[in-house]
């Protein structure tokens, strides 16, 4: 963002505040050359990286694509519409802040499994199956145990304090 009184390219954020439904952000910026400060209200859509296909076309990040595939997939899951929301807000944040340019459609589908997993397993699960496309029941089943491994870990570990 170019400073509107000097036009130099490099300003600071000093802070950053989400609104309440996580879809804009106040700023408050200042110039590196003028140190003048201002205000910003920033749209998260205006910065989100693009995303690379696998076939290696870029598309814009889509969020509703997203959630639609985690709704998908949360399906009869006793998951609320509000932790969906916030899953994918997450994401977004998570990118926003890490300021970079574009993100791997893979990448951004190993957020959405991490932040599934914490979630809901089932839905962790079909989320996974469709995105990284098992190449057979065999893999599947890893993965499940895999899960359940870590249930058990965690159960142990719940017991034990
Ligand atoms: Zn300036």
């Known amino acids: 963002m170019k400073c509107p009184f000097c036009r130099h390219g ?7 505040r989400p609104d309440a439904e996580g879809r804009s952000i106040r700023r408050r910026r200042q110039c590196l050359s003028c140190d003048k400060r201002w205000r910003t209200v920033e749209q998260i859509e205006d910065e989100m990286p693009l995303v690379i296909k696998k076939n290696g076309t870029f598309q814009p990040f889509d ?7 985690v709704e998908v997939s949360c399906g ?3 998951v609320s519409r509000a932790d969906m929301e916030k899953l994918i807000a997450n994401i977004e944040w998570n990118l926003l802040e890490s300021g970079i340019d574009t ?4 990448d951004l589908g190993e957020n959405v499994m991490d932040g599934l997993k914490q979630l809901d397993e089932i ?3 079909r989320f ?4 990284r496309r098992f190449k057979d029941v065999g893999e599947l089943m890893a993965e499940v145990e895999d899960l359940l491994h870590h249930q058990r870990d965690s159960n142990n570990e719940a017991k034990s304090n």
Do not use: C, G, M
Not at 10 to 16: F, G, I, M, P
Not at 63 to 69: D, F, Y
């Open 103 to 106: 993100i791997s459609s893979i």
């Open 10 to 16: 490099d300003t600071k954020v000093l802070d950053s």
């Open 128 to 131: 996974a199956s469709v995105y």
């Open 123 to 125: 839905a962790y699960i």
């Open 63 to 69: 969020r509703l694509k997203l959630l639609t595939s």
């Open 76 to 78: 009869k899951r006793p």
